[in-house]
């Protein structure tokens, strides 16, 4: 694929949508619509060249046999969707920092060990440029509701059973579903 260009077409408060156009190997155009965090796209190396826009936690408790799963609503699918705590990473701040925060403002517990850190990945390569840096590690502390009024979260943890029952009847985030597949499985 040969980059042609970038064309803005709506601003919105957190996302902002683009055409991309790609000229294929037979010469043919080929425009395709993302969406990204970044305001001003103009370059091929800005889809990727910019810094995590989001991290994402995956926690497990200090016995290490339960992993910490958010129950969300989700206004994007009009459902409750199981998740890993995550969010955007604010100005100002480094990921771990975020991690902390984030951890903290949607479950009331705190990150005490930090057991490794992932590369950089795409959220939704389907139709956005959203990079995450996964955080994963152990929790702890006493579950509290989100401070945010806007998130209806339900945060708690799960043992390898429960995570299995989950697997078969509950919406997951694809990222999720997949990592709790194959812990449930250890």
């Not at 994402?56 to 200090?62: F, T």
């Not at 409750?80 to 705590?85: A, E, I, K, M, R």
């Not at 998130?151 to 708690?156: F, G, V």
Request: proline share 3%; charged share 30%; net charge negative.
């Amino acid at each position: 694929m040969k980059f042609v260009g970038i064309e803005p077409k709506e601003k919105g408060k957190f996302i902002n949508r683009y055409d991309i156009t790609y000229e294929t190997e037979d010469n043919t155009k080929k425009v395709y619509e993302m969406i990204s965090r970044d305001r001003n796209l103009t370059t091929r190396e800005e889809l990727t060249g910019h810094p995590p826009d989001s991290v994402v936690l995956v926690m497990h408790n200090e016995a290490g046999d339960k992993i910490l799963l958010n129950r969300e609503f989700r206004m994007a699918c009009g459902d409750f969707v199981y998740n890993f705590p995550a969010g955007l990473i604010d100005p100002g701040e480094d990921f771990l920092e975020s991690a902390k925060r984030e951890l903290w403002e949607e479950t009331g517990l705190t990150l005490v060990e930090v057991k490794d850190i992932l590369g950089e990945s795409f959220s939704a390569i389907g139709f956005s440029n959203e990079k995450n840096m996964c955080v994963i590690g152990v929790a702890a502390g006493e579950f509290a509701e989100s401070t945010s009024a806007v998130e209806e979260i339900q945060a708690a943890w799960y043992t390898r059973e429960e995570v299995r029952e989950l697997l078969k009847k509950e919406y997951f985030a694809a990222r999720t579903q997949s990592y709790c597949y194959l812990w449930s499985r250890g």
